[in-house]
């Protein structure tokens, strides 16, 4: 490939180069005032607050094209400064501080994110300002420098032309010249070995001032990520508690899922957060729901209670109950989010305390990063027979097992109990009747042992309750298999037993199943 020596052009077009460097540079010290600016009014407001894309207002693509046309030029005059034997270490502090400035481009981009989707404190609010102080101080320098370059003007000898007249062009600043790729490539090489070993000398024989400026950086930096991330605008994460007000509140599970206990499938999805609440203070306390804010991507969700009784096998909902002194709760909070709406991020954000101010009023937030399960709804069917073990394993039950031993289907059902009146004690029967026309009463003996890290097994407090959620009592009458709901008639005196209404057909069917229908998994067993 062939091509011509830029220096001719160069030396050519000297002046004109750093004046366009100049004005470059006003642009960027123009865009960082804005910045210093923004900083300055938000500390000054006394006030936090969420903004709306200011990212990209205050970080635009024409900054980033502007450093990066710096910075070509300035590459471009310190290899003519180069081949001429003239000094170029403003060129080479040029170049490091815009390479410099590049990426903390990009950090303040960030930093402009940070504050859409937080509340940030006034105090890190006033570390981003002073930062941005310092950082822009530079430019000034690099502006003055370029105006005077740009006019021809010479510190050392105040000679406007003396500059240029030493830097007269060469017919070779204008000749062609090969680059070959491959054959010649150890050229290359060694001219890149060469300039790389000349920066390193430069670096050497100033390490001092590029070891400060470097620990400036990375001190800096990280202070402003240590801050951000761990002291004023911590995220937490799932399992980890933090005090809200008078509660520690703590996210132990979440789920995605759009089908209900029973199995019954929805439009809408529905996203369930198992939270842990402790009471901290002496008397008992409610939770207000409207603060516990669920963030999807950039849209906002608060919980419902509708659905309350949809999910009760994953643990049992808040409906305003008293979490009383010195109590921890597990609880469910729901929230519906349309099919349209499902998102790759979410945050709970809980307020954490009101500031009240002249005219406003003004929120903080805790914020915690939800990683909620994808629960499955493809139904499976798993089959059992009378004395079979049935591990609930694959369920929200977890360890849970259920064993039916026996069953009967008859008009009433009579027990004994034991009734005692001043001390006087005596053994009675009682006969259980439908109450509706023409059902009959299924009783079932069983054994069952659920699992009590499940959180369904904290919401009950008897067994009778597993029965009543998830059994329905399907049946073969006249070639026709039907599905019914049961209807719940057992005596709290009664133990290992479940006793039921069902339709009364049940009684002529020539074949009976329960189905205990777990979210998306039928447990079936055949009683006939």
């Known amino acids: 490939m062939i091509f011509r020596k830029p220096y001719k052009f160069l030396i050519k077009h000297f002046r004109l180069i750093h004046l366009i460097v100049c004005f470059l540079s006003i642009y960027l010290i123009y865009k960082n005032n804005l910045i210093i600016q923004f900083f300055r009014d938000y500390v000054n407001s006394g006030t936090s607050t969420y903004y709306t894309n200011i990212a990209a207002k205050y970080v635009s693509i024409f900054m980033y094209l502007d450093i990066i046309i710096i910075l070509g030029l300035q590459i471009f005059i310190y290899l003519l400064m180069k081949n001429k034997k003239k000094p170029r270490k403003y060129y080479i502090m040029s170049i490091i501080y ?15 994110k940070t504050f859409e989707n937080n509340i940030v404190d006034i105090q890190v609010a006033s570390l981003y300002r002073d930062i941005s102080i310092i950082i822009s101080l530079p430019q000034y320098l690099i502006l003055i420098l370029s105006f005077i370059r740009g006019i021809g003007f010479n ?30 490539s150890y050229k290359v090489k060694r001219n890149l070995r060469r300039t790389l070993r000349e920066i390193n000398y430069y670096i050497k024989e100033n390490k001092f001032v590029f070891g400060i400026i470097i620990f400036i950086i990375i001190t800096l930096i990280g202070t402003i990520y240590y801050l951000n991330h761990n002291v004023y605008n911590k995220v937490y994460n799932e399992k980890e508690t933090f ?95 349309p099919k349209d709406s499902l998102a790759k991020n979410y945050t709970l954000r809980i307020v954490n305390e009101l500031n009240f101010r002249v005219g406003s009023i003004m929120a903080k937030y805790y914020n915690t990063k939800i990683k909620p399960k994808i629960l499955k709804n493809e139904v499976q069917e798993k089959n059992y027979n009378l004395n079979d073990e049935i591990n609930l394993k694959d369920s929200p039950l977890k360890n849970s097992k259920l064993l039916i031993s026996s069953y009967k289907i008859d008009g009433s059902y009579s027990y004994d109990y034991k009734s005692c009146e001043s001390n006087i004690c005596q053994i009675l029967k009682n006969v259980i009747y439908p109450e509706n026309l023409g059902n009959y009463m299924l009783s079932i003996k069983y054994d069952l042992s659920l699992d009590k890290n499940s959180s369904y097994t904290k919401s009950i407090n008897n067994n009778k309750y597993f029965f009543i959620n998830f059994m ?23 133990k290992d037993t ?28 055949l009683l006939k």
Do not use: W
């Open 155 to 184: 510190l050392k000898k105040f000679n406007f032309s003396k500059d240029l007249e030493e830097m007269e062009i060469d017919i070779k600043d204008n000749e062609e010249f090969e680059f070959v790729v491959g054959r010649k």
């Open 98 to 112: 815009y390479t410099i400035a590049f990426m903390i481009l990009t950090f303040a981009y960030g930093i402009f």
């Open 243 to 337: 005090k809200n007000s008078i509660f520690s509140v703590q996210v132990n599970e979440s789920y995605i899922t759009n089908m209900d206990y029973h199995g019954k499938i929805y439009d809408d999805y529905y996203l369930i957060l198992k939270i842990n609440i402790k009471n901290n203070s002496a008397v008992g306390q409610t939770l207000k729901l409207d603060d516990y804010r669920l963030i999807a991507d950039n849209k906002s969700f608060y919980p419902i209670k509708t659905m309350n009784e949809k999910f009760v096998d994953l643990g049992y909902p808040y409906n305003n109950e008293i979490i009383n002194p010195n109590s921890s709760n597990e609880k469910l909070i729901i929230y519906q989010i």
């Open 498 to 525: 479940f006793l039921c209404e069902v339709p009364g057909e049940v009684y002529n069917a020539q074949k009976i199943n329960l189905i205990f229908k777990i979210r998306n998994i039928d447990y079936s067993i």
């Open 472 to 494: 329905k009592i399907k049946y073969t009458i006249n070639g026709k298999e039907r599905i019914s709901n049961i209807i719940n008639r057992t005596p709290n005196d009664v």
